[in-house]
């Protein structure tokens, strides 16, 4: 990938592969934090952002072939920086002083431990599940909750919308669909899986206190679809 570019070629590839990851994150909070400074958008558009475009990492370090330690140590970072930002005015359009939810902790605590179990296995899709229900499942179904959520309803003490729950189960199911199909193809387990996951990942999404689902969710997610491509003999 890096071989055409002289200069690049003295460059570990790792070292490339960071650099590389690191700058798209860095656009991302970017992005965020000028939209929360410049244009006084609400800070969980800008937190919505940041949650749906970090989680796309998943796949650059699936496609580059990341070491699994990379991505370990880059969640511990994270997960460090996500605490210390609840006490200390760091990335205040991500994460406010006092907010009273670990979401973005558990977020990158998250993406450690798929890493940590999948990686090693060579089941990246798994992973890559995870992230990405969470990322862009969670991600949309707050969002359409928030703008179009007219039918509410209880889920241990957390008030939802059936339009938020909606979102969630349909993307999960595409995101789930998309990911399983490029890897096992157009065979009936795709889509039995992708109708498991998405159906967990909704139930487990909606039990978001202290933004727990941060953690359960991709998880949950992932374990659902490994276990599963277990017991029908696919993995």
């Not at 890096?2 to 490339?16: G, Q």
């Not at 205040?92 to 993406?111: D, H, M, W």
């Not at 939802?160 to 595409?174: F, H, L, N, P, Q």
């Amino acid at each position: 990938m890096f071989n055409s570019v002289p200069w690049i070629e003295s460059i570990p590839t790792l070292w490339l592969q960071i650099a590389l990851i690191a700058v798209g994150l860095g656009a991302i909070v970017l992005l965020a934090e000028t939209l929360h400074q410049r244009t006084a958008r609400d800070s969980e558009i800008t937190r919505k952002i940041v949650h749906i475009g970090t989680g796309n990492v998943i796949l650059v370090a699936w496609w580059l072939q990341i070491p699994g330690w990379v991505g370990i140590l880059a969640s511990v970072i994270a997960g460090a920086i996500a605490l210390l930002s609840y006490y200390i005015p760091i990335l205040p359009g991500i994460n406010s002083v006092g907010r009273k939810s670990l979401g973005t902790f558990f977020y990158a605590v998250s993406i450690g431990v798929v890493i940590a179990w999948f990686w090693p296995l060579q089941q990246f899709q798994y992973a890559a599940i995870g992230i990405l229900v969470m990322a862009w499942g969670d991600g949309l179904a707050g969002l359409i909750g928030q703008k179009f959520g007219q039918h509410p309803y209880q889920a241990w003490g957390m008030q939802k919308s059936w339009e938020g729950s909606g979102t969630m189960a349909i993307t999960s199911y595409v995101v789930s669909s998309l990911i399983l199909f490029a890897v096992q193809g157009n065979i009936w387990e795709t889509w039995l899986m992708s109708i498991a996951i998405a159906f967990f990942a909704t139930v487990l999404e909606a039990f978001s206190k202290f933004g727990i689902d941060n953690l359960t969710v991709p998880i949950g997610s992932a374990a659902v679809g490994f276990f599963l491509g277990q017991i029908l003999s696919l993995g």
